[in-house]
């Protein structure tokens, strides 16, 4: 919800900011500066605006702090990342890998990789395997 009010906060900013610059473009800046130094100074400022939403609507997103009491060390001193994460979630629920890749929206073979990956990393060889030592660890209900 918080990432939707900043979309739509930024939407607005520069909404409202075009029409500004769209007021005073025949009013003040042509007449005073030259068209390539106000596209220069335009696109100079929504660089430096979609650096600042890249920065700040991306700041908390990266791999997902699995819940655990202790840290968990896999046999490769990795974690998780997010996509594998949702896919041992689906996994836990019974899914199947073609309907893991429909749910998220991701092929089949990328499915399996992030399967590979997670085997892997938890040091198993089978689904089974790798739900119950999931639980075991603590890293899915």
Do not use: P
């Not at 997103?61 to 990795?78: A, E, I």
């Not at 590979?116 to 119950?132: E, F, G, P």
């Amino acid at each position: 919800m918080l990432r939707k009010k900043g979309i739509w906060f930024y939407g607005i900013f520069m909404g409202v900011l075009l029409l500004v610059l769209r007021y005073f473009e025949y009013r003040f800046l042509i007449r005073e500066i030259q068209s390539e130094m106000y596209a220069a100074v335009l696109a100079l400022l929504f660089l430096a605006l979609g650096i600042w939403a890249g920065i700040h609507f991306n700041r908390k997103h990266g791999s997902v702090h699995l819940k655990r009491k202790n840290q968990v060390f896999f046999s490769n001193h990795s974690e998780l990342s997010q996509r594998e994460f949702e896919v041992l979630q689906l996994l836990a629920a019974g899914y199947s890998n073609r309907e893991i890749a429909d749910r998220l929206f991701i092929s089949l073979n990328t499915v399996k990789t992030h399967l590979s990956n997670l085997y892997l990393k938890l040091d198993v060889k089978r689904r089974t395997q790798a739900i119950k030592k999931a639980r075991e660890l603590n890293i899915i209900a």
